[in-house]
């Protein structure tokens, strides 16, 4: 991988999270809720912005107590720390919108699963600094958010002609036949194949040039 | 020998830690407790004044507590309730018809309201489902819904109708969302269901 030098800047965090170490192209962790959560553009943006939040924060809190926490019982210690920042996400959303917690349903509460969050705390925040673990966990939410983004908004303009469920000109028009397959499950399989094959080929194309 | 290395030490730091977080979430849940109970209660208050008509989609949910609580009466008879919606002179203006049954994916708990006559529909809300988006999901749709109000609930096993596309609908029909044969079939199931065992119970009321 090109850009793994294991320099800590930011920039370098950022740009790894986002492109080079992409959890969902380049590992293809956290595919469970791209699949679940992405035949609705609004559905999806709330469900990353948890995500964001929810790794950042436990990255944050276990770099944190990295040093304090024995080894032998940090899965339990990390696994606590995803599960609070989790139901708190959930609780906050049943509060103050409850809407959309209905909407999502129980896949909210699935977050603690996802192993995108444990992923960067066993590889990074478990033995880097706080302020590093919180940039490298908000760079991989937004990895994971740019590619849902994608998969969300094909599968919602082409399965029901509507982007934020604002009716878009061509794909609601008579000319356009709804693909009703793209947004039932099997639609995420074949949208998220198709991105993850563009975005490695994209990424080859690069390396041959340098 | 450092306290990280005592045997003890790590069980300890294991009851520490799941004392603090736990302690930050039971807080925060009971902070929120009211409001999320509020919540639970809005969503069914507001599918019965929309489907009676007596509110929008986008009544905020202050003013839909305000106005249940003005104007609906909850009645029970044989353990069945229906919510009575009065006018502001008291007068009883529309009735909403609480159904619930299992969907495709989930549970569906919605409302039907009928006029004071018992007869013609006056909408339709549902406040619980997980259909799925863009098919079933569907159902909560203004545009499906605004085919009931004006309908007319039939007497006998059929009260209400939802029909496959191309057939024609009639007066106590309307038409079921394309692709979404299950979602329609259960719907029109439960409707039906607990259509029925309402007019049974509140047979002879207001007719």
């Given at each position: 991988m090109n850009g793994s030098s294991q320099s800590t800047s930011s920039a370098s965090l950022m740009m790894r999270g986002l492109w080079?170490?992409?959890?969902?192209?380049?590992?293809?962790?956290?595919?469970c809720s791209t699949l679940a959560v992405t035949n609705r553009v609004l559905n999806t943006v709330v469900m990353c912005a948890a995500l964001v939040v929810t790794t950042a924060l436990s990255s944050w809190t276990v770099s944190l107590m990295r040093r304090a926490t024995p080894r032998s019982i940090r899965m339990m210690v990390e696994t606590l720390i995803i599960a609070f920042y989790v139901i708190l996400f959930d609780r906050f959303l049943r509060a103050y919108w409850p809407d959309m917690s209905r909407q999502l349903g129980p896949y909210v509460g699935l977050i603690i699963t996802n192993c995108i969050i444990l992923g960067r705390i066993e590889a990074f925040a478990n033995s880097n600094p706080p302020l590093p673990s919180l940039v490298d966990g908000v760079a991989n939410g937004l990895g994971y958010t740019l590619v849902l983004l994608i998969v969300a908004t094909v599968r919602e303009a082409?399965?029901?002609?509507?982007?934020m469920g604002l009716a878009l000109p061509l794909f609601s028009g008579p000319l356009w036949d709804r693909w009703i397959l793209l947004v039932m499950p099997p639609g995420a399989f074949f949208t998220l194949a198709l991105v993850i094959w563009g975005f490695r080929s994209i990424g080859m194309m690069r390396r041959e040039e340098t | 020998m450092s306290i990280t290395e005592k045997p003890w030490y790590p069980l300890a730091y294991m009851f520490a830690v799941t004392a603090v977080f736990s302690g930050v979430l039971i807080g925060f849940s009971a902070l929120t407790q009211d409001r999320v109970d509020r919540n639970e209660q809005i969503f069914l208050q507001r599918a019965i004044l929309i489907a009676t008509g007596a509110?929008?989609?986008?009544?905020p949910g202050e003013e839909i507590s305000r106005i249940f609580n003005e104007r609906v009466e909850p009645a029970e008879k044989d353990g069945i309730v229906e919510y009575r919606l009065k006018t502001l002179?008291?007068?009883?203006q529309a009735i909403g018809v609480p159904f619930e049954g299992q969907g495709y994916w989930d549970q569906i708990r919605g409302v039907l309201g009928v006029n004071a006559d018992r007869k013609t529909v006056t909408g339709i809300a549902f406040y619980q489902q997980n259909e799925t988006p863009g098919l079933g999901g569907e159902i909560v749709t203004q545009q499906w819904r605004?085919?009931?109000?004006?309908k007319t609930i039939a007497v006998g096993d059929q009260p209400l109708r939802i029909l496959q596309a191309g057939q024609t609908v009639g007066d106590n029909a309307v038409q079921a969302v394309t692709g979404a044969t299950q979602t329609s079939v259960r719907l029109e199931r439960m409707l039906n269901e607990d259509l029925r065992t309402w007019q049974t119970a509140f047979t002879g009321e207001g007719q």
């Open positions: 080079y170490e992409n959890a969902i192209v380049r590992q293809v962790l956290g595919i082409m399965g029901m002609g509507t982007f | 509110a929008a989609e986008n009544t002179d008291g007068r009883l605004s085919q009931f109000p004006g």
